[in-house]
T-cell receptor, first 113, second 116 residues
């Protein structure tokens, strides 16, 4: 089944403790990106990747890192999480051509205390 | 800067009534527009995608129209059911030359409640 998977789905952590949220897609998509969703602010892009080893900042990249060493994986790294990073995170992928249709993962709810 | 607006923010209808959800965008140079459904605390499910050259797309009880020149899209859901209760989001992608990374710009969503 074609899908985008994220792990973990729920995470509670403390300020400053490094964490990684994994994202994987099995559709051989070139484009992958991370969004966060916050009440009143909607969905905003954090980082994106146009292909292996090609990443760039989205609208709200502060406090986040990403890497794209393999086409299927695009982990989101929070080196020193802070409470303002408490949010619902979504990974998305797209073939990056023709329709540019985006496919979203199930989301990761992160709470930083 | 592209801005996407969805009005109303919330909508409540009795079962069986047709739903009309509105989406407007400020920059008409869009490549496509996608409608998503989101259940509380859940992920986004793609409902329909309309490319900029298309006027409408249909899938079952869903029909989405696009008027690029006026910056509007409408999602129609026929004969609504309680299971249609969810938040509906529209999102646009600017033309590839103007938007790196396939960035979607989302509207704030319309929260729909279909009462039995």
């Amino acid at each position: 089944e074609a899908q985008v998977t994220q792990n973990p789905r729920y995470l509670i952590t403390v300020t400053g403790k490094k964490l990684t949220v994994t994202c994987s897609q099995n559709m051989n998509h070139e484009y992958m990106s991370w969004y966060r969703q916050d009440p009143g602010l909607g969905l905003r892009q954090i980082y994106y990747s146009m292909n292996v080893e090609v990443t760039d900042k989205g609208d709200v990249p502060e406090g986040y890192k990403v890497s794209r060493k393999e086409k299927r994986n695009f982990p989101l790294i929070l080196e020193s999480p802070s409470p303002n990073q408490t949010s619902l995170y979504f990974c998305a992928s797209s073939p990056g051509k023709i329709t540019y249709e985006q496919y979203f993962g199930p989301g990761t709810r992160l709470t930083v205390t | 800067k592209q801005e996407v607006t969805q009005i109303p923010a919330a909508l409540s209808v009795p079962e069986g009534e047709n739903l009309v959800l509105n989406c407007s965008f400020t920059d008409s140079a869009i490549y496509n527009l996608q409608w998503f459904r989101q259940d509380p605390g859940k992920g986004l499910t793609s409902l329909l995608l309309i490319q900029s050259s298309q006027r409408e797309q249909t899938s079952g009880r869903l029909n989405a129209s696009l008027d690029k020149s006026s910056g509007r899209s409408t999602l129609y859901i026929a004969a609504s059911q309680p299971g249609d209760s969810a938040t509906y989001l529209c999102a646009v992608i600017l033309t590839p030359l103007r938007a790196a990374g396939n960035k979607l710009t989302f509207g704030g969503g319309t929260r729909v409640l279909v009462k039995p």
